[in-house]
Nanobody, 122 residues
Framework: QVYLAESGGGLVQAGGSLRLSCAAS????????MGWFRQAPGKETEFVAA????????YYAHAVEGRFTISRDNTRNMVFLQMNNLKPEDTAVYFC???????????????WGQGTQVTVSS
């Protein structure tokens, strides 16, 4: 079993920044792809960003490209999401994910964290 624990969410004004962290533990394969999805109230789960183990491949959703940066610390099995210039439409619960394949499809990720709330006020 793989466990993912997110932290770093909170309330921020539009234009502000937050940094989300996710720590993986358990039977995590160090070569797993890791990433982030989000779900806003009343909306479907949405891909945000994902990064391969060695960082050679990174995907971003169009809505966050240029504002969000995903990074990894493979020595600690952690993934981060630096979010800058936040907008009210970024308000959502953000979930950390991990699995063997690097994709933008939520159905391809077996392991999910519990989520952390990000609220951006206007």
């Amino acid at each position: 079993q793989v466990y993912l624990a997110e932290s770093g969410g909170g309330l921020v004004q539009a234009g502000g920044s937050l940094r989300l962290s996710c720590a993986a533990s358990g039977a995590i394969d160090a070569t797993y792809a890791m990433g982030w999805f989000r779900q806003a109230p009343g909306k479907e789960t949405e891909f945000v960003a994902a990064r391969s183990y060695k960082g050679g491949t990174t995907y971003y959703a169009h809505a966050v490209e240029g504002r969000f940066t995903i990074s990894r610390d493979n020595t600690r099995n952690m993934v981060f999401l630096q979010m800058n210039n936040l907008k009210p439409e970024d308000t959502a619960v953000y979930f950390c994910v991990a699995d063997q394949m690097l994709t933008r499809n939520s159905h391809d990720y077996m392991y999910w964290g519990q989520g952390t709330q990000v609220t951006v006020s206007s």
